[in-house]
């Protein structure tokens, strides 16, 4: 099985179900033993760059880092908080570390399970998954696709303008004022770019009679399978095992609300 050939929107509510889950508990063990499951099943089953999933996956490590440091040092202190240590101000509790990991682990495990999902799918047949199988209306969903398909063109419009800049002797901006007018250089010539290529887009579909309609034959067609399906027990069942087993191990708490 790849995941590469998972039904896209099943997947993507498995993703979405596992998340939602997940936020029901505040507990360390639960959202470790979830991380450890998808970057798995990511890695064996997904055919990911390691290289370009910590690329994706350290941002959040770093934003896991800020919320423990401040969790643990900046505790909600309660009567009968065990302290381990304090210095002035800041105060370093037995259940403010354990709130803090929690948190920590609760970003990461949320993160991982989004990379997974971003790495093994692909935008367009996501859009037409959910035009087949959730009946999103077609005019929206062509309408992504083409602003999906429009990104690079811009990419390379942007450039050519640089080039075309440096060429004619324009200098680098360096002042605000500097700034702000180079930005109206650049964005006016890629606004009125951007409207031509929409209109010619629009005229191009019209030919071919597109006209929006939900009750269409589709070129390309996404199925679901029982592989899906299995994939979506194994996803929820992963998430209920390991909030099982912070139960066993004496970890599992609700989360109410407060840090």
Not at 59 to 85: C, K, N
Not at 173 to 196: D, H, M, N
Not at 228 to 255: C, P, T
Request: net charge positive; glycine share 6%.
């Amino acid at each position: 099985m790849s995941l590469h050939e998972v039904n896209p929107s099943i997947k993507a509510f498995a993703i979405v179900t596992s998340i939602l889950i997940l936020s029901v508990f505040f507990d360390p063990i639960t959202p470790l033993l979830t991380i450890l499951w998808s970057v798995t099943l990511t890695f064996l089953f997904g055919h990911v760059s390691f290289k370009k999933w910590l690329l994706l996956f350290a941002p959040f490590l770093f934003i896991a880092f800020i919320y423990v440091w401040s969790t643990m040092l900046f505790p909600r202190l309660q009567e009968g908080d065990h302290v381990i240590w304090q210095w002035g101000f800041l105060t370093l509790t037995g259940e403010g570390f354990r709130r803090g990991v929690s948190l920590g682990l609760r970003v990461l495990s949320f993160a991982a399970l989004s990379i997974m999902f971003t790495l093994t799918t692909k935008p367009t047949d996501f859009l037409l998954s959910l035009m087949q199988q959730c009946k999103l209306p077609p005019k929206l969903a062509y309408g992504i696709i083409a602003g999906y398909r429009f990104l690079p063109l811009i990419k390379e419009e942007f450039q050519t303008l640089q080039n075309a800049h440096r060429v004619r002797g324009v200098t680098r901006a360096r002042t605000i004022p500097e700034k702000i007018q180079q930005l109206k250089r650049y964005v006016i010539p890629l606004l009125a770019g951007a409207i031509r290529k929409a209109e010619r887009t629009a005229l191009a579909m019209e030919s071919k009679g597109f006209t929006g309609e939900k009750k269409r034959i589709f070129y390309r067609v996404i199925p679901v399978s029982y592989i899906d399906w299995l994939f979506f027990i194994l996803m929820i069942g992963a998430v209920v095992l390991s909030a099982f087993i912070s139960w066993k191990l004496g970890y599992l708490q609700f989360y109410n609300g407060e840090l």
